[in-house]
């Protein structure tokens, strides 16, 4: 009687275990996509502002690789020539930001800056570098009037300091097209202002992420789609 007992008792806890293992398998992913799609004002899409910022002219980063904005979906940055006075803007980016979302394969962070500013530039990398992992942190390096140039194209109502440097920070997509609240006109986020990062921000990047993923599900999809009907037609 014990062993038959035992026996429904291992039983009912494999098929209970079974049932987690899909949940987890399933319903879990599911339910995230849920959240990370669910925009405060509005769901499924983060407008584009500005269609076809020009992209960075062969700027490369600390370790000579050249980085462009097409095919990424890009954090953008302008520290200008007192990056010092920036920094702030930097690790409350980190901290709010980067540390949530860096693992995504498409999301990128570039602080364009200008030539001359190499040394400040990787002594802030190496301090982030005490606070995480900088794989998806680039700084690039521009001369002063393609620096000017590559803001003025992003066409918002801001102007760069006198130092070329600027607190606010972008959304590019993967199409290079400003991203950001139509409605309100919100261009880019302060990033000197934590409630700003928390409040906007956050919002906007799990918006953008999740319509890229949708994006991808469904050409996964058509693709499958189409190499079934190629099957068929095989078969027939």
């Known amino acids: 009687m014990t062993k038959k007992h035992n026996h429904n008792t291992a039983t009912k806890k494999s098929k209970r275990n079974k049932v987690l293992i899909l949940l987890a398998l399933f319903v879990f992913p599911i339910t995230f996509d849920l ?3 669910s925009g405060k004002h509005q769901f499924g899409h983060l407008p584009v502002l500005t269609k076809s910022v020009s992209d960075l002219a062969d700027a490369k980063n600390l370790s ?6 097409k095919n990424h979906i890009t954090i953008l940055g302008f520290l200008g020539k007192d990056a010092l006075q920036h920094k702030d803007n930097i690790f409350n980016l980190n901290e709010k930001i980067y540390k949530r979302f860096y693992k995504y394969n498409s999301l990128q962070f570039v602080m364009a800056m200008p030539k001359g500013m190499e040394t400040e530039a990787a002594a802030i990398k190496k301090k982030l570098a005490s606070y995480s992992d900088t794989q998806k942190w680039n700084f690039v390096f521009l001369d002063d009037e393609t620096l000017v140039n590559f803001f003025s194209d992003l066409e918002t109502p801001y102007n760069l300091d006198e130092k070329l440097g600027i607190d606010l920070v972008f959304i590019i997509g993967r199409e290079n097209g400003l991203r950001g609240r139509k409605k309100d006109q919100r261009y880019g986020y302060n ?12 919002d906007d990047v799990k918006i953008i992420l999740a319509e890229y993923r949708l994006a991808l599900k469904k050409n996964n999809a058509l693709r499958e789609d189409k190499m079934l009907d190629q099957y068929r037609e095989k078969q027939e």
């Not at 000579?64 to 904005?69: A, D, F, N, P, Y």
């Not at 990033?191 to 956050?202: E, G, H, K, S, T």
């Open 35 to 37: 959240i990370l799609s």
């Open 64 to 69: 000579g690789e050249v980085i462009t904005l």
């Open 191 to 202: 990033a000197r202002v934590v409630a700003d990062l928390n409040n906007y921000m956050i």
